[in-house]
């Protein structure tokens, strides 16, 4: 058996993500103590997990240091990564929306301000629609973005709703619905096709069974 190496989304997404693998027999109890440590290895199961910046997982999987990877489908839209994604993980489920201000929804008849953490998702999206925008790149708290009269819209992350909501904001369409991917990096799954075939079997069915 060839020890696969997995990259896990620091936070509560990973976290959730480690618990299935636990359960279908690719456990290393070491990860839920509470230290600083960022890579485990338990070598009778055939695994070693580590925690990444959940925006650098699919970089690990695509470069091959890690050979699976739990990423979010935001995250693999706006990167493009050459990775395989064999399995949905029907968690972390949000959607991408385009949102803005109560009733100010912009007509397209004027360049269209779009704030955003996600310009390549964004200029997809519009360019599909044959709309021209202006991209203001972001690192966060995108929402305050329309509210100071940087951007006319921002094309983000909705999971509740609340913030939107609490902010004055309204979603006006959505672009994609969003979920946690389990992803392969390719040449691995040429080299260790057997146990990541079986892995990938497992989680499907514990997936399956959740539903
Ligand atoms: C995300 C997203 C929204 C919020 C949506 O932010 O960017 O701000 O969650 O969640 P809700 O619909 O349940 O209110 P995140 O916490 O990732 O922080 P960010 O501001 O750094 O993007």
């Given amino acids: 058996m060839r020890k696969l190496n997995i990259a896990l989304p620091k936070g509560r997404l990973g976290e959730k993500a480690y618990k299935i693998f636990a359960n ?14 960022l890579i485990f290895e338990n070598s009778e199961n055939g695994v ?21 990877g739990i990423v979010g489908k935001d995250i693999l839209l706006e990167g493009g990564h050459d990775v395989y994604e ?24 004027r360049t269209i301000r779009v704030a955003t953490k996600f310009p390549h998702i964004a200029r997809d999206f ?12 972001l690192n966060g708290s995108i929402e305050i973005a329309p509210l100071l009269g940087l951007s006319d819209v921002i094309v983000d992350i909705v999971e ?25 990096n390719k040449a691995s799954f ?7 075939l079986a892995m990938t079997e497992k989680i499907q069915k514990a997936i399956a069974e959740r539903e």
């Fill in 190 to 196: 040429q080299f260790k096709n057997a146990e990541i």
């Fill in 126 to 137: 519009y360019d599909k629609k044959g709309l021209d925008i202006d991209i203001i790149k």
């Fill in 160 to 184: 509740t709703g609340k913030t939107l909501y609490e902010n004055n904001l309204e979603p006006y369409e959505t672009i994609v619905p969003i979920s946690a991917r389990l992803v392969v």
């Fill in 86 to 109: 064999l399995a949905d993980l029907q968690m972390g489920k949000c959607r991408m929306a385009v949102a803005g201000k109560k009733g100010m929804q912009p007509s397209g008849e």
């Fill in 48 to 68: 070693c997990y580590f925690w990444a910046k959940p925006s650098d997982v699919a970089i690990y999987v695509e470069r091959g240091a890690a050979d699976v």
């Fill in 24 to 37: 279908i027999g690719y456990g290393c109890p070491e990860i839920l103590e509470d230290s600083r440590k």
